[in-house]
């Protein structure tokens, strides 16, 4: 089945500095990769996804870079304000849909004033 | 509006007994589905729901688990003679359908924990 490696496990910014949260998936099938953002005592929020047939997605401060070849794909989030301190996870699919998702471990990102 | 409703939100329970955890889905959602969040780790996916009709049932980890839903709305995930691996955070997620448009939308889970 499926594997999803993410990393790093933690990450550290300032206020202002950009994030990249890296994962790379196993299975060349997967063509669905959506990223969610889990806050403390919440349930995971999706804030970005992108298909196999895309190599490079964005939406205000947040961009997402898939690069099939390698089976990898990246999430950067730029102009780190305090509120995006969270815990955010990727995930892969091979029905092209949110039906059967492989998450990654997570990344606990604090962005420090 | 309403989002996805998990009950209850804690849970405490003996090995050996049984628990039910509830998920009530977002008005209108006809995809369901269940995740386990362990400690410090990713989502685990234990089963999803179309209607009425669960597809693929191959992620429960073991038979004590189940679930079932009724009337395409309301579902129950049971896990019967709890073991305290079972200890995680139980999501519940919907969606409009199996769609590739379709995103998941959590609840804020049940935190079930086996003494």
């Known amino acids: 089945g499926e594997n999803v490696e993410q990393h790093p496990s933690t990450l550290s910014v300032q206020e202002g500095d950009s994030a990249v949260i890296k994962c790379t998936y196993s299975d060349s099938a997967s063509n669905y990769f959506p990223w969610y953002k889990q806050e403390l005592g919440k349930g995971p929020q999706l804030i970005i996804d992108i298909r196999s047939n895309v190599g490079e997605k964005k939406d205000q401060r947040i961009a997402v870079t898939l690069n099939k070849t390698a089976k990898h794909f990246s999430l950067h989030i730029t102009e780190t304000q305090p509120e995006d301190s969270a815990v955010y996870f990727c995930a892969a699919s091979m029905t092209g849909t949110a039906s059967k998702l492989t998450f990654g471990t997570g990344t606990r990102l604090q962005v420090t004033l | 509006g309403a989002g996805v409703s998990q009950s209850p939100s804690n849970k405490v329970t003996e090995k050996g007994k049984d628990v039910e955890l509830r998920c009530d889905p977002i008005s209108g959602h006809t995809a369901l589905y269940w995740y386990r969040q362990s400690l410090g780790q990713g989502l685990e996916f234990l089963i999803y729901?179309?209607?009425?009709?669960?597809?693929?049932k191959s992620g429960l980890p073991s038979d004590r688990f189940s679930a079932e839903r009724t009337g395409g709305s309301v579902s129950t995930l049971t896990i019967q003679r709890t073991q305290q691996e079972d200890s995680a955070v139980y999501l519940c997620?919907?969606?409009?359908?199996?769609?590739?448009?379709?995103?998941?939308?959590f609840g804020n889970g049940t935190r079930l924990t086996v003494t």
């Open positions: 997620a919907s969606s409009t359908g199996l769609s590739s448009n379709s995103p998941l939308h």
């Open positions: 729901f179309q209607g009425n009709s669960a597809p693929d």
